[in-house]
């Protein structure tokens, strides 16, 4: 792999915007209590004496006696801590991360990408004390290795800005460059080998990263594997993995090993001294030891259950290992015993069991985990494939409200059956079951059938008989397992987001906003959930709506909380109410922004700034669902200035700044604020009518358009020039505010789309193609991201080659067409029809054309077997519910911003349901004609031009996606399995 490198610049850039602006992100304090069963990542002696170890919550632990007495050295990060290295007995580094909230999108982008940040800490005192380094622009770090007080080498996850995840110091680890590479990795460990620093990556492949070789450097593992770490005793190298995979080579090639290791051991850290390897992982029952120069393989029983994070060993007779639980085991025997440092094997509290990681229950961790302080484990079953990104942000998610164990079991390839469920699931819970012990078991998603399967594996002796034999894992009983389950089922225990947490001083909705925010949810303030009983044991006695019969200290942590926090806490009102008078207050107001601002600073000055903030964003986002769109802009921009380090702020300046570039959202400024001029040939028109039935000479019955009485038209042809000077003119403070931010933001690639559509409207239609390009080579950026930059670079050009199935023609009209609902208009018998296909057949048909004044849309739908189609026998209603409604849905996006878009929902009645980016407060004047046949229904709609280009510049392409809706079914134009978001129309 062949790296050269260019130097990450941390210069800051202070932009003067709502006030000065800090470019570092922020790790909320973590409770003292969490440190003492916090997960132990690494260790490190420098001598026989002098030692370290680092984990989560910024936990770093030193001892000067070789490891018979552990303190705890004070830190001002409370990242979590990966690596920690020293090449004397005074200086040294550990390195880490922590994830924060991306920038959640409303319309192109739907994917879910996390986003991290680098932690550098540095010691020159021996450990005493430790200094943060500027290390805003790094990806959160895995590894670190340096070879003399200037020169070292990190290994961490691949970002957008640097994808490669490999970096070099030359000054002490004051500044850093990357690698150029383009390709993507997410990096474990590495490991001094006899010629330079060898690294693995998520996807198992060895690289040499210190020879500035080709490729022919790198060496790939005989087939898929994954590997963990690997270590060099003298020429051999040895590489560990899952289900006990041994690697090992002396050459440029890497062979499997048979061992006596059973597969059931997942093998995490490997460490080598003089002609030996010692290696251990998951359950850490045990520890195997292999001399390479007489190929003799030893098992030691480590008393302990606890996951082996990181092995270390000074020589053949000491070495130390790690782990979760806050464990530290010490042997001075080669590993034949070991004795407990520090640590103990508590049982949990209890343990969550989910699916899908995007949708974890924040609230129960929030509620017994931080709350009461239950210790507790989150163990991911995955079904998809996922990077190390992504269960990185899963795991810091679950870390920031107090979890202290976070296991990832691969998706399963076996077939094998029990009790229904795929056994390769099953056995890995039952594994876990029995190395923690849980009190209470929680199933989520569609978890419930495996649970429960390894629940009853977990206590019987007759089923994986080896987890005893092998693993010295004896069974165990759980006393409870809980459902997540449907708010409308029966259910046992229920958790309010209204709920007040005493130990945080916060409303348990507050309390999971930013983690729900990691993992890329769009509802930060939580849900009520239900758990109902689906297995218990003969031991304990079930009791309603209570989780936990009683506190037992060896389920918990110490309580932390004082009379006198509690009765300060108990000041700061119930959050729902004070949202709602804030709600009501802007009403009574009356556009009193004075009055409403005052009350606005009255109600954020009794909170501390995390919830304030939080608050600001909630009430900003009810606003604006409300259709106040001036009351939401305050809120933000009230929070980017009073807390522009907060970790919301970034997802608050994007929103502002794709608020101020919308095309789109100028329907929602009141009258009041941003005046519109009236076109008066709208109001004489004569075919801008209302519905009116009339019978024809043969007795057919067909609706024609009645003209509007003066007077009634409602609505204008937009905002005045100033206006949009305006909104452009903070637009460009908005860009300079994000380019004066941390650079993993501003190079975010949905915040680079958002900057690069801003300045094509600034540039009247010019597209910026150096993001484009960049966009379109990108590993990190989404396919649909990659596909709207490919377009628009596209698009730049004179003459652009589109996709044929992406674009669909919009023709102009010479005469208009007779709206009836019946698609006999010459028209729509040669203009090109969109066909959008459910179960492989074509379901629908639509058509678009224009004149002048009106964009017109024709739809042709073939019933559906199932459904029922009643004729209309009342007056049509805005906005009704259709959700249960075979309908056709059209998203507009006229200035091609891909952040804000018109939605139009059309059902065979011709009712319509009408929004804005969620904001129903938009009421366009939209006229509709409808026909219900034997095997089809049919619609024809006029929609105003005026309705929805005031706020753009006259564009030949509009961004469209049309959906049919029905029976749970949905399919669209174009494909969404193509990654397409939005289609192209051509207005000709």
């Excluded at 090993?257 to 998951?282: C, Q």
């Excluded at 987890?467 to 069974?475: F, Q, S, V």
């Amino acid at each position: 792999m062949f790296f050269n490198f260019r130097i990450i610049s941390f210069s800051i850039l202070f932009i003067t915007f709502l006030g000065a602006v800090s470019t570092a992100q922020k790790v909320q304090p973590r409770p003292k209590q969490w440190l003492n069963e916090a997960t132990l990542n690494d260790v490190h002696f420098v001598d026989h004496d002098i030692g370290f170890a680092v984990g989560d919550h910024g936990l770093i632990l030193r001892t000067s006696d070789g490891g018979r007495h552990w303190h705890r050295v004070a830190t001002s990060s409370h990242a979590d801590l990966e690596s920690v290295y020293f090449i004397d007995e005074n200086t040294g580094w550990a390195v880490g991360g922590f994830s924060y909230a991306q920038i959640n999108p409303k319309g192109a982008e739907k994917s879910w990408s996390p986003h991290h940040q680098g932690v550098v800490l540095k010691t020159t005192n021996g450990g005493n004390s430790w200094k943060p380094m500027r290390a805003e622009s790094l990806p959160a770090l895995k590894d670190i290795y340096f070879s003399d007080a200037k020169n070292g080498w990190a290994i961490g996850y691949g970002s957008h800005y640097y994808p490669s995840g490999v970096f070099v110091s030359t000054d002490g680890g004051q500044s850093w460059s990357g690698a150029p590479d383009q390709r993507l990795h997410d990096w474990k460990r590495l490991a001094a080998a006899p010629r330079g620093l060898m690294a693995i990556d998520d996807r198992s492949m060895i690289a040499d990263i210190t020879q500035q070789k080709p490729d022919n450097a790198s060496m790939l593992v005989p087939r898929k594997v994954e590997l963990n770490d690997l270590a060099f005793a003298g020429n051999i190298g040895v590489a560990v993995g899952r289900e006990a995979t041994v690697l090992m080579t002396n050459k440029q090639t890497w062979q499997f090993r048979e061992t006596p290791i059973p597969k059931s051991f997942h093998l995490e850290t490997i460490a080598a001294a003089g002609n030996k390897v010692w290696m251990a992982g998951t359950p850490g029952t045990y520890v195997f030891s292999y001399d390479v120069a007489t190929g003799k393989w030893f098992r030691f029983n480590t008393g302990s259950r606890q996951s082996i994070k990181r092995i270390c060993f000074v020589d053949e007779k000491r070495g130390w290992a790690v782990g979760t639980g806050g464990t530290i085991l010490q042997t001075r025997d080669g590993g034949r015993t070991w004795q407990r440092k520090r640590g103990t094997d508590k049982r949990l509290g209890f343990m969550l069991v989910v699916d899908d990681n995007r949708s974890i229950p924040f609230e129960i961790l929030a509620k017994y985990n931080a709350e009461e302080g239950f210790l507790s484990a989150v163990v991911w079953l995955e079904s998809g494939t996922s990077t190390l990104s992504q269960q990185l942000a899963a795991k810091h998610a679950c870390s920031q409200l107090g979890n202290n164990v976070f296991v990832k079991v691969d998706r399963e390839h076996k077939k094998n059956q029990l009790g229904g469920t795929s056994d390769q699931h099953v056995k890995a819970l039952a594994q876990l079951l029995r190395i923690h012990k849980p009190e209470i078991v929680i199933a989520s998603g569609s978890t419930a059938g495996k649970v429960t399967s390894a629940v009853r594996a977990a206590a019987d002796k007759q089923l994986y008989p080896k987890l005893i034999a092998e693993n010295g894992l004896a069974t165990w009983e759980t006393a409870r397992t809980l459902l997540l389950t449907h708010p409308k089922s029966n259910f046992d225990v229920s958790i309010g987001n209204s709920q007040f947490l005493v130990h945080s001083g916060k409303i348990l909705a507050d309390a999971v906003a930013h983690a729900r925010a990691v993992m890329g949810e769009k509802n930060l303030t939580g849900r009520t959930l239900h758990l109902s009983s689906i297995m218990a044991s003969s031991r304990v006695n079930r009791s309603a709506n209570k989780l936990f019969e009683s506190r037992n200290p060896t389920l918990q942590r110490a309580s932390r909380v004082t009379g006198a926090f509690i009765a300060q806490m108990r000041k700061v009102v119930q959050k729902k109410k004070l949202i709602e008078q804030m709600m009501s207050w802007r009403a009574m107001v009356n556009g009193d922004n004075r009055s409403w601002t005052n009350q606005l600073q009255k109600l954020i000055s009794q909170l501390d700034e995390d919830t304030a903030a939080i608050w600001l964003y909630e009430l900003a986002t009810k606003y604006w669902s409300n259709g106040d769109q001036n009351s939401a802009i305050t809120s933000i921009e009230n929070l980017i200035s009073r807390y522009p380090n907060h970790w919301i702020a970034n997802r608050s300046i994007v929103w502002l700044l794709n608020h101020q570039i919308s095309g789109e959202a100028i329907y929602l400024v009141p009258q009041s604020t941003e005046s519109k001029q009236v076109d008066n040939s709208v109001k004489k028109a004569n075919f801008e009518t209302r519905q009116k039935i009339e019978t024809d000479i043969d007795g057919i019955q067909r609706i024609v358009w009645e003209p509007v009485k003066p007077g009634q038209s409602s609505r204008n042809d937009g905002p005045e020039v100033p206006i949009q000077v305006q909104r452009m003119e903070k637009a460009k403070r908005l860009i300079g505010l994000i380019s004066g931010r941390n650079i993993n933001f501003t190079n975010q690639p949905l915040v680079e789309l958002s900057i690069a559509s801003t300045r094509r409207k600034m540039e009247n239609g010019l597209a910026n193609t150096t993001v484009y390009r960049k966009l379109i080579s990108s590993q990190t950026a989404s396919p649909a991201l990659q596909f709207i930059a490919r377009r628009e670079s596209q698009l730049s050009q004179s003459k652009p080659k589109i996709v044929p199935s992406t674009r669909t023609i919009c023709q102009r009209l010479d005469t208009k067409p007779f709206l009836d609902g019946i698609l006999d208009d010459t028209i729509w018998k040669t203009a090109q029809p969109n066909k959008i296909r459910i179960n492989g057949t074509t379901s629908t048909e639509v058509m678009f054309s224009r004149d002048a004044k009106y964009l017109y849309v024709a739809i042709r739908a073939q019933k559906q077997s199932a459904m029922r189609y009643l004729p209309l026998n009342e007056q049509r209603k805005r906005d009704g519910d259709l959700d249960k409604r075979d309908r056709v849905v059209l998203r507009i996006d006229v200035d091609r911003d891909f952040q804000s878009y018109f939605e139009i929902a059309l059902d065979h009645q011709g009712k319509v349901h009408d929004q804005l980016n969620g904001n129903t407060k938009w009421d366009p004047q939209i006229f509709v004609a409808n026909q219900v046949g034997k095997k089809t229904w049919t619609i024809e709609a006029a929609i105003p031009l005026s309705e929805l280009t005031a706020g753009v510049q006259s564009s030949d392409h509009w961004g469209i996606s049309v959906e049919r809706v029905s029976q749970n079914q949905s399919s669209s134009w174009p494909h969404r399995t193509d990654n397409r978001p939005f289609g192209l129309l051509h207005i000709q």
